[in-house]
């Protein structure tokens, strides 16, 4: 037997795990920004992309790639 809810228990709930989805991908920013941060400190002290990617699983290697050419970008010539 399926129950009956009110309009504003859906709402209720929908609010819920709107909230909770936003919440998720806060996090998932957050998580790249500090990943962005190591990687760009990494390729400073000359570690290669291919290792970085080895131990930093939430940047892509083409993510990785764009942020050592700004690294290269920014280093004095």
Do not use: F, W
Not at 21 to 36: D, L, S
Not at 38 to 57: F, N, Q, S, T
């Amino acid at each position: 037997m399926m129950g009956s809810y009110s309009y504003e228990e859906i709402l209720a709930t929908h609010i819920i795990s709107e909230k909770r989805e936003a919440r998720q991908e806060g996090e998932k920013v957050g998580e790249k920004r500090e990943a962005r941060q190591a990687a760009e400190e990494m390729l400073r002290d000359g570690i290669p992309i291919e290792k970085i990617a080895k131990y930093v699983h939430a940047l892509s290697l083409e993510e990785l790639k764009a942020i050592e050419a700004d690294v290269k970008q920014q280093q004095p010539a």
